[in-house]
């Protein structure tokens, strides 16, 4: 199974005040116990590590990059970085959906889903349902 991961799914896993804690570590643990692969690109990890900082401290975002190296270094996880082409396809779905809140994140992650084929999107935006995708898990 191959599972792109948000930054709302990061997130869930790593602040155990999030709102989605549970839900998303179950989701993470069960998606490691089957071998999953996961994937996930270089902005929505700069998210991810600016939200830890600002939000839990610099520690936390730092040992998130170290475990982020390891899950590469093994296997685990793939990081996409957003090209050129990429970026354009993002700029055409941020200026299309005018109406629609998105972040130019998504924006990026959309461009790389209709490029590359996941199972099912880790994470809590529904934007990701919106464009057509398996979003999990399911908020409780």
């Given at each position: 199974m191959i599972v792109f991961i948000d930054a709302g799914g990061w997130l869930s896993v790593l602040i155990e005040s999030d709102q989605f804690h549970e839900a998303g570590k179950g989701y993470f643990q069960a998606l490691m116990a089957i071998g999953g692969q996961a994937m996930t690109t270089d902005f929505v990890l700069d998210e991810v590590v600016t939200r830890l900082r600002y939000d839990v401290g610099h520690a936390k975002a730092a040992k998130f990059l170290t475990l982020i190296h390891e899950a590469i270094d093994e296997g685990i996880l793939r990081v996409h970085r957003?090209?050129?082409d990429l970026w354009a396809e993002a700029e055409?779905?941020?200026?299309?959906?005018?109406?629609v809140r998105l972040s130019f994140t998504d924006c990026t992650s959309f461009a790389l889903l209709?490029?590359?084929a996941v199972d099912e999107v880790f994470g809590f935006d529904a934007h990701f349902e919106m464009m057509g995708h398996i979003l999990q898990p399911k908020p409780p």
């Open positions: 957003i090209t050129e055409a779905h941020f200026l299309r959906y005018a109406d209709s490029a590359q």
